[in-house]
């Protein structure tokens, strides 16, 4: 594995032929243990690009099972959907599909026949990431397929149908996650059954011209958005609005863990053939189960807000966004998927839909802005360079993420205030600088560009079950208005991204030039509590921070993608404090 990391992919397939040798003295040759390497062998051939070696490797281990017998169990379900990502590669998508849907009947114990329809349910399976793993791949080879056959309208709507049985297999299972990392990994597997499910909605609409299939399409985006931070603001602010007992809220993790661990335990018995004491762990997972539906009923009577908050469906209609909008405002909300970026934009009486693709342009132009801020310019001792390559890309960008959309839409003119929901890289980039043109006064001079600031006002949000959901009206008025830091970061070397990404904030923070200045002109507008330099500390934020309505927060940021929750802001270090800063 470490060799497989590393990239040196001969030496990773030397110590694997050598453990299989090891596994083969110990087993033999046609022991399920021989179906793992073979399961690792196939990797490292797939990231060589030798398909024909991986499949041939996969294929081995599906024999296996085969010879004794055995069609279920999460080794098998991880060797078909393995094979159905590689034939995926050598263009043979009916095969792939088939490799997929070989994967999900290994995994899934039994299926719901409450569910009819092409796509059967799964009810009791071994593990949720190798059957999001199946759907995903079946649904993306459907889509392939309908590029190739006549019946494309069939393959597509199968496609969809397929990943809205993935999407409720996700509100499900998320729900039961308890470890942190469990969820981070969760949320990227999630993130690409949804780009699946909005490309599949939008192939739809350019095939049938039906509107429905893009307001399907918006349901997968807020879907995709009620992931990992999404569940962790509704449990934050179920604790909070809830008053809710710790001992209760302990008791709540403890069955979920408990039932989890039963469940699992169950299923591996039954794929073994051990029933001899499956009867007495269904017992205790009833009980379980009991004690669960006991405390939500304890929640929905005493704690209220608590239960509508926890057990709410973490998604919105789009009428109701439409409903909630003022006239003049548009609210602009994007999916960054590894081929295409898919833009939705909602007026209180209009509703589009873009695609634009995630090419090497994009991803150029999105590295020069950032660089442009990140580390002051590309080329800090040539700012022609700097100013050409910031206008050249905010203007680039503006047109593709915010030209496009508004060009579609009917009454773009009375546009006044963009509502923006980023997704991926896009966190990254301050949308108010996008340019709409490159209609500078005189060379190198910024304040006179034509800046989207300029001509809207501009707000940012999650996801719009947060900005327009329930959540959204739960917060009370705070007692004063404006609140604002700018830290002085002072002693640190002029180094480096890489230490930001490592976690080593302290050593990597520069000084912000501009940041005193930007809250003092604040100051002066504004009535509030400003808190400069080394007296704007976590300790001093924590103390006043729920008292106002507005916090403005001129300072350092490091976002994490993968884990939002680990997301820091960087205030002054008081090295006297008890906060870390």
């Not at 050598?90 to 114990?109: H, I, P, S």
């Not at 640190?492 to 302290?506: H, M, N, T």
Request: glycine share 6%; net charge negative; charged share 25%.
């Amino acid at each position: 594995f470490v060799y497989d990391d590393l990239k040196d992919y001969d030496k990773a397939l030397g110590f694997s032929f050598k453990a299989q040798a090891i596994r083969k003295s110990l087993f033999g040759e046609m022991h399920p243990q021989m179906a793992e390497s073979d399961i690792i062998i196939a990797s490292i051939y797939y990231n060589l690009k030798n398909y024909s070696a991986a499949i041939d490797h996969l294929e081995r281990g599906i024999s296996i099972f085969k010879h004794h017998k055995i069609d279920k169990g999460p080794v098998l379900a991880e060797l078909n959907n393995n094979a159905g990502e590689v034939t995926m590669k050598l263009g043979k998508y009916e095969t792939a599909c088939q490799y997929f849907q070989n994967g999900m009947d290994a995994n899934v114990v039994s299926y719901d026949d409450a569910y009819a329809g092409d796509v059967k349910y799964p009810k009791e399976f071994f593990r949720s990431s190798l059957l999001l793993r199946s759907l995903n791949g079946k649904g993306n080879s459907m889509m392939e397929m309908s590029k190739l056959k006549n019946n494309r309208t069939q393959l597509l709507e199968s496609s969809v149908l397929n990943y809205e049985v993935a999407d409720r297999i996700i509100e499900l299972q998320k729900k039961s996650l308890l470890d942190q990392n469990d969820k981070v990994e969760f949320a990227d597997l999630s993130h690409l059954i949804y780009e699946g499910a909005i490309n599949a909605c939008f192939l739809m609409h350019e095939e049938t011209g039906e509107g429905k299939w893009l307001e399907k399409a918006f349901y997968f985006l807020e879907r995709s958005k009620a992931g990992v931070l999404a569940e962790s603001l509704f449990s934050m602010n179920a604790k909070s609005f809830g008053r809710i007992p710790d001992g209760l809220l302990s008791f709540e993790r403890k069955i979920k863990s408990e039932k989890s661990a039963y469940q699992t335990k169950i299923l591996e018995a039954r794929a073994s053939g051990d029933t001899s004491g499956i009867r007495s762990m269904t017992d205790a997972l009833f009980m379980l189960s009991n004690q669960a539906d006991s405390l939500e009923r304890v929640f929905e009577k005493d704690y209220p807000e608590y239960h509508t908050l926890k057990y709410t469906n973490s998604s919105i209609d789009l009428n109701h966004i439409q409903e909630n909008l003022n006239t003049g405002e548009v609210l602009v909300e994007y999916f960054e998927g590894d081929s295409n970026i898919f833009i939705f934009a909602v007026t209180p009486g209009s509703f589009e839909v873009s695609s634009i693709p995630a090419d090497s342009s994009y991803h150029m132009n999105l590295k020069k802005l950032k660089n442009c801020f990140a580390r002051q310019g590309t080329n800090p001792y040539r700012p022609e360079i700097d100013f050409k390559e910031f206008s050249s890309s905010a203007q680039a960008l503006y047109k593709l993420l915010i030209g496009v959309p508004l060009e579609k839409m009917r009454g773009s003119k009375s546009v006044r205030e963009l509502i923006i929901i980023p997704d991926g890289q896009l966190w990254y980039i301050p949308f108010d600088v996008l340019l709409k043109d490159n209609s500078a006064v005189s060379e190198g001079n910024y304040a006179s560009l034509n800046y989207l600031i300029k001509d809207y006002s501009i707000v940012y949000g999650y996801s719009s079950v947060l900005s327009f959901g329930s959540i959204a009206n739960k917060h009370t008025k705070a007692s004063e208005d404006y609140l604002a830091f700018a830290p002085l970061y002072e002693n640190y070397p002029q180094d480096s991204i890489v230490q930001l990404a490592l976690g080593e904030f302290r050593d990597a923070v520069t000084p912000l030039k501009w940041n005193v200045r930007e809250v003092e002109t604040l100051k002066e507008k504004f009535a509030g509590r400003y808190f400069f330099s080394r007296d704007a500390t976590e300790g001093t934020f924590k103390k006043n921070a729920a008292n106002y309505n507005v916090i403005h927060l001129a300072m350092h940021a490091v976002v994490d993608d993968r884990d939002p929750m680990n997301s820091k802001f960087i205030f002054y270090q008081d090295k006297d404090s008890m906060e870390d800063g």
